[in-house]
């Protein structure tokens, strides 16, 4: 058989091929079931959000770029694993718990700072820029908003690392309620651990 004749075989079973495809899929385009059933089982899926309360099985797991890792050893939630609502109210079951021991050492440093100062704002060594005792309005309703004698809690959000010269303000930071009760975030309120001393 001579090239050329089967080149025009080869294109013309490949041209076949592709009205064939065609005329059998939805878009007009070549689409197996395969892909469709991989693209529904992948939009289907829950992606890895953070969200306040979930807990991974996985130990040492990291969690950011500084580096640390968690594990199960001292964390507790409810499991939930759900965002509320705006008509339920989060309580502290709804968050991780993490001791202060098991947080990275900036983290431990500075909340000893502000626990030595009783929480009473910007300290005199910490540089201009630093925001300390600022209220936080807890808008998107993530922390619990009354203790269990149903009395409205408040919170003040603590930077935990110095603001460094012609940089902006880091994702970390400490948010302190009425209750007492101190949380640690570091992405910027996406997410929160109870601090358990």
């Given at each position: 058989?001579?090239?050329s004749?089967?080149?025009?075989?080869?294109?013309?079973?490949?041209?076949?091929?592709?009205?064939?495809?065609?005329?059998?899929?939805?878009?007009?385009?070549?689409?197996?079931?395969?892909?469709?059933?991989?693209?529904?089982?992948?939009?289907?899926q829950?992606?890895?959000?953070?969200?306040?309360?979930?807990?991974?099985?996985?130990?040492?797991?990291?969690?950011?770029?500084?580096?640390?890792?968690?594990?199960?050893?001292?964390?507790?939630?409810?499991?939930?694993?759900?965002?509320?609502?705006?008509?339920?109210?989060?309580?502290?079951?709804?968050?991780?718990?993490?001791?202060?021991?098991?947080?990275?050492?900036?983290?431990?440093?500075?909340?000893?700072?502000?626990?030595d100062?009783?929480?009473?704002g910007?300290?005199?060594?910490?540089?201009?820029?630093?925001?300390?005792?600022?209220?936080?309005?807890?808008?998107?309703?993530?922390l619990?908003?009354?203790?269990?004698?149903?009395?409205?809690?408040?919170?003040?959000?603590?930077?935990?690392?110095?603001?460094?010269?012609?940089?902006?303000?880091?994702?970390?930071?400490?948010?302190?309620?009425?209750?007492?009760?101190?949380?640690?975030?570091?992405?910027?309120?996406?997410?929160?651990?109870?601090?358990?001393?």
């Amino acid at each position: 058989m001579k090239k050329s004749t089967k080149i025009a075989i080869a294109l013309s079973l490949l041209l076949t091929g592709f009205i064939t495809g065609w005329l059998v899929s939805d878009s007009g385009w070549l689409k197996s079931d395969a892909n469709k059933e991989t693209q529904v089982q992948t939009s289907g899926q829950d992606s890895s959000e953070k969200l306040p309360g979930n807990t991974s099985n996985d130990s040492n797991k990291t969690s950011n770029d500084s580096g640390k890792t968690s594990n199960d050893s001292g964390k507790t939630n409810n499991d939930s694993g759900k965002t509320p609502t705006s008509d339920q109210t989060p309580s502290n079951d709804d968050i991780l718990t993490t001791k202060l021991s098991e947080l990275p050492d900036n983290v431990q440093e500075s909340y000893q700072l502000y626990h030595d100062d009783n929480w009473s704002g910007k300290r005199d060594d910490q540089p201009e820029g630093t925001k300390a005792g600022g209220e936080f309005t807890n808008r998107e309703g993530i922390l619990p908003k009354s203790d269990q004698q149903k009395k409205k809690i408040t919170y003040r959000e603590y930077d935990v690392n110095d603001k460094k010269k012609n940089q902006n303000r880091d994702a970390e930071r400490f948010v302190r309620g009425t209750d007492g009760t101190v949380y640690y975030t570091d992405d910027h309120y996406e997410s929160f651990c109870r601090i358990a001393e």
